[in-house]
């Protein structure tokens, strides 16, 4: 067929193809061709104007524009093309169109590693941007994957913006619906890419529990070695001015709740 075609063309019968086609557009099954066939003549059908329906070409295979299809001619494909392809050379669809292979699906996202392959680019590039590695994109990758959940190399979970259920549903669970009611997709500007640590000295929440179950109030100055140095026993600005000794803590995180 696809001879034919091009035979028909060197002789200058364009125009008879089309024509040739649309002669037996009533003797024309759809079911006879591929869906992504049909879906690619209703985007030219909404192209054109008219309303996305596929009983349109059910009906009349060939249908115009005028009777609520698509003009070949006016087609991005053109005329040569669609004649071809309403004579079931499909061959000369995929071409232009190749079927999308196992081989040529992309993966939710190509740089991950393990089971992080499962997790959308969105999600992969929020939890580079919570942790604090600052290697190449692929040792941090690895680095992620190999502990997720740890404050070095990973990202503690409770001391970010989102808090420690968000990335417990997100990651262990795995419910993406949860990370996209949060950040809907297509809207970066929303996303808040703050430092997960503020400057210091400030006040934060302390724990020596991951989830904060008890938490203080302290005025932190440094972040050493994955540990929070804060003095010790200064709630405010004021009593650390008077002390001099410290004491460490695992965990911090901005202030969430005002402590009695």
């Known amino acids: 067929m696809k001879d034919i075609v ?92 190749p079927k999308e292979t196992s081989e040529s699906i992309p993966m939710l996202d190509s740089r991950a590693i393990g089971d992080l392959k499962e997790f959308p680019s969105e999600i992969i590039d929020m939890m580079l941007e919570r942790s604090s590695i600052k290697y190449e994109i692929s040792e941090a990758l690895e680095s992620l994957q190999r502990n997720r959940k740890a404050s070095s190399p990973g990202f503690l979970w409770s001391s970010t913006t989102e808090g420690h259920r968000f990335w417990d549903d997100v990651i262990s669970d795995r419910k993406f619906d949860v ?31 991951e989830d904060f179950r008890n938490t203080s109030t302290r005025v932190v100055f440094m972040k050493k070695q994955g540990r929070y140095l804060a003095w010790y026993d200064a709630r405010t ?12 803590w695992s965990f911090a995180r901005p202030i969430q709740k005002q402590q009695s």
């Not at 035979?7 to 061709?33: N, Q, R, V």
């Not at 001619?73 to 000369?92: C, I, R, T, Y």
């Not at 500007?189 to 724990?207: A, Q």
């Open 6 to 97: 091009a035979l028909l063309a060197l002789l200058g019968g364009l125009d008879k193809l089309e024509e040739l086609a649309k002669e037996h557009s009533k003797a024309i099954d759809t079911k006879d061709f591929p869906q992504e066939v049909l879906d690619k003549m209703m985007d030219n059908q909404e192209l054109q104007g008219n309303k996305r329906d596929q009983s349109v070409f059910e009906l009349k295979f060939t249908a115009c524009k005028r009777d609520g299809g698509f003009d070949w001619k006016l087609s991005p494909e053109g005329g040569q093309f669609w004649g071809a392809v309403s004579n079931k050379a499909f061959d000369v669809f995929y071409e232009k169109y």
């Open 179 to 209: 990370f996209f009611e949060k950040y809907p997709k297509g809207s970066d500007t929303d996303i808040d890419k703050t430092p997960v640590d503020p400057e210091f000295p400030c006040l934060m929440e302390v724990s020596d529990d």
């Open 237 to 248: 600005f004021e009593e650390a001015e008077k002390q001099l000794n410290i004491l460490s």
